[in-house]
């Protein structure tokens, strides 16, 4: 079983950054595909960037050049850099698991990740 916990959300301005953090209950980052989605109240679910097995990442057009997904293999820790705070960017943010190599054709999709943490609080205000 696979236990994720994230933490490092909160409450920033437009413009400015947090780091999101997620453990991982066991040695598992560097088999896996991972991921950070985000859902706002009243919104569907999106997912914000993934990367693979052999570090291979992918974001959503809407984070690209401001967010950053990275690992550390040997804390087993996932982490997602997020800069140029937009107040959309306001949303639960979750880190999650597939049990692949790689992220797939649709690397977003989180319909293929099984396991999932508790999420995080975001707050941008302008």
């Known amino acids: 079983q696979v236990h994720l916990v994230e933490s490092g959300g909160g409450s920033a301005q437009a413009g400015g950054s947090l780091r999101l953090s997620c453990a991982a209950s066991s040695d598992i980052f560097r088999a896996y595909c991972l991921g950070w989605f985000r859902q706002a109240p009243g919104k569907k679910r999106e997912g914000v960037a993934v990367i693979d097995a052999d570090g291979t990442t992918a974001y959503a057009d809407s984070v690209k050049g401001r967010f950053t997904i990275s690992r550390d293999i040997v804390k087993n820790t996932l982490f997602l850099r997020m800069n140029s705070l937009k107040p959309e960017d306001t949303a639960m943010y979750s880190c999650?698991?597939?049990?692949?190599?790689?992220?797939?054709?649709?690397?977003?999709?989180?319909?293929?990740?099984?396991?999932w943490g508790q999420g995080t609080q975001v707050t941008a205000s302008s």
């Open positions: 999650a698991l597939r049990e692949s190599l790689y992220c797939g054709v649709r690397p977003l999709n989180g319909a293929s990740f099984g396991y």
